[in-house]
């Protein structure tokens, strides 16, 4: 079992930037992909990103790429996610995830078997 957390979030303008991390702790010597995950009120959890266990694959959302990156430290057990160029549609509560799929890229949350408790992300106009 994977335990994760997840900091960074706050209240920001839009136009600026945030940077989220991950911790991850537990059992981490499994080579899991990382994914990041947000979720709007009323809306469905959507996917923002993911990360392969070496770093060499990434993936982005739509609506992030070309604005949001995302990066991982394996000696750290960390992985982040940089958000810039934020828009007020960018709201949600944000969580990272674990994934220990060995082919192909998670795009579903129920590919991921690790989740954190999430950390809000609010962007003002």
């Known amino acids: 079992q994977v335990q994760l957390v997840e900091s960074g979030g706050g209240l920001v303008q839009a136009g600026g930037s945030l940077r989220l991390s991950c911790a991850a702790s537990g059992r981490t010597s499994g080579s899991y992909a990382m994914g990041w995950f947000r979720q709007a009120p009323g809306k469905e959890r959507e996917f923002v990103s993911y990360i392969s266990w070496s770093g060499t694959d990434r993936e982005y959302g739509d609506s992030v790429n070309g604005r949001f990156t995302i990066s991982r430290d394996n000696a750290k057990n960390t992985v982040y996610l940089q958000m810039n160029s934020l828009k007020v549609e960018d709201t949600a509560v944000y969580y990272c995830?674990?994934?220990?799929?060995?082919?192909?890229?998670?795009?579903?949350?129920?590919?991921?078997?690790?989740w954190g408790q999430g950390t809000q992300v609010t962007v003002s106009s």
């Open positions: 995830a674990a994934s220990s799929l060995r082919v192909g890229v998670p795009y579903r949350s129920y590919q991921y078997d690790n």
